[in-house]
């Protein structure tokens, strides 16, 4: 398996191993089915893909231990993993690696297609829990209850609900991350991890049981972004399914594909024209300018929508700003009082997400876009320290390096 960077995360993620299996398969698609098998196999009898699946290896903070997930019915016994999920993007890694395979042929062509034909029933099983056990609200929106199943974990677009957190007592913690990482400024603060350690204890006190999370936890937001990849996520599905022969299951992805979009759409506020997540707990919606207000971008469904967010997303307050060095999105405009060049999600841009952004660009039919993107990623990319996300002001790498989706992007690019 491959870890998502060789020492600051010594684990399997749940979406960097979708995007690191896409740059294995150039190599081999044999290496690449394993590393998605690997997460598969993981997977929660709800349908759930964890956000981590636990190496042996020591070194990371939260561990498996701290997590608390061992007797979860849910969980496959044989694996130790987290007990939260991450932004859907598996079925874009296994169409993906199909069609390459595919161009391929032979036997690598046959592994595929059969991983893809026993991949068909997870990925639905998946999909469906995220759009129903996720919405409890029936507002086709996926909720999430820790910033970590958004990806984006410090983003500005949680300040205000991890405000609202309360920690009755001090929690422990043992942090690595910035042991590894020099530059403290890279990583969240030990105010922001209290907050994730509770959230954490709350879910496990009910042993992460969906029936009983939604009372217990105090984070409860959809989030407009990971819905707007489930969304594509769906729509890869179904074409895979198509591909397979299999009709009934395209169909419903199809119409789990048009809910997640119609959900995004419905989260654009009339005012600021940018897409919003909503506060269930607080009843509000979230407007905070970030990388993920120009989510339609990536679901579609709305040309007019999808054109303003085009046009923001290059424009002088976003890629386009003249304080960047290269004009690639930054996770928060560099005009925003909030902006960190260097802090994690709150201003740096991420190869891995540039390359998701290029592929919903290329999907359709922007090819212009997508290449621009793609030729100043790989210029970033030069340095060959391949950070795990870069001050978009210097060029300079931030956070971890050698993280393997920020090379796996990279290779699939270029191969
Ligand atoms: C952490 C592995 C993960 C990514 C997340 C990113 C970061 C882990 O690293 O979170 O401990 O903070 O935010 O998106 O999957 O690369």
């Known amino acids: 398996m491959v870890t998502a960077a060789p020492k600051l ?15 294995l398969a150039h190599m081999s698609i044999p290496r690449a089915l394993r590393e998605l098998e690997n997460l598969f196999r993981a997977q929660w009898s709800t349908g759930m893909i964890p956000h981590i699946v636990f190496s042996d290896v020591p070194g990371y903070f939260p561990g498996p231990d701290v997590w608390s997930t061992d007797t979860v019915p849910a969980k496959p016994h044989d694996v130790r993993t987290s007990g939260i999920c991450q932004p859907p993007v598996h079925a874009i890694a296994v169409a993906r ?8 042929g032979g036997e690598d062509r046959r592994l595929a297609e059969d991983f893809a034909r026993t991949s068909l029933d997870r990925l639905v099983a998946w999909h469906q829990w995220l759009m129903t056990v996720r919405d409890p609200s029936g507002l086709d929106l996926v909720e999430i209850h820790h910033g970590w199943e958004s990806g984006m974990d410090n ?52 042993n992460f049981d969906d029936a009983q999370i939604n009372d217990v936890v105090q984070f409860r937001i959809t989030d407009v972004f990971l819905t707007a990849v489930l969304a594509l996520a769906c729509d890869e599905t179904a074409r895979l399914a198509e591909l397979l022969g299999r009709e009934d299951v395209a169909d419903g992805q199809r119409a789990l594909a048009d809910r997640a979009r119609r959900g995004v759409l419905s989260c654009v506020s009339p005012d600021t024209g940018r897409c919003r997540d909503f506060d269930v707990r607080a009843g509000q919606w ?26 923001a997303l290059v424009g002088e307050h976003w890629a386009g700003h003249p304080s960047l060095r290269f004009p690639l999105p930054p996770t928060v405009s560099p005009d925003d009082p909030g902006f960190r060049p260097r802090t994690y999600w709150r201003g740096p841009t991420w190869p891995f997400l540039n390359w998701l952004l290029t592929w919903a660009l290329a999907r359709r039919g922007d090819r212009a876009l997508a290449a621009t ?7 970033l990319l030069g340095d060959g320290a391949f950070g795990e996300y870069y001050d978009p002001q210097t060029g300079q790498p931030a956070g971890s390096h050698d993280q393997s989706w920020t090379a796996a992007v990279a290779i699939d690019w270029i191969a």
């Open 373 to 379: 993107w793609r030729d100043a990623t790989l210029e």
């Open 286 to 311: 979230v407007d905070v300018p970030t990388i993920a207000s120009w989510s339609v971008l990536v679901s579609g469904g709305d040309d007019a929508v999808w054109a303003d967010h085009r046009a």
């Open 97 to 104: 690696i199909l069609d390459l395979a595919v161009a391929k």
């Open 155 to 206: 983003s500005p677009r949680w300040d205000e609900a991890y405000a609202n957190v309360v920690v009755p007592e001090p929690i422990p913690m043992a942090r690595h991350d910035i042991k590894v990482v020099g530059n403290i400024e890279d990583r969240p603060t030990d105010r922001e991890y209290q907050r994730y350690l509770q959230l954490m204890r709350e879910m496990a006190s009910v």
């Open 9 to 23: 995360y010594p684990h399997q993620w749940s979406w960097d191993a979708a995007l690191i299996s896409i740059g």
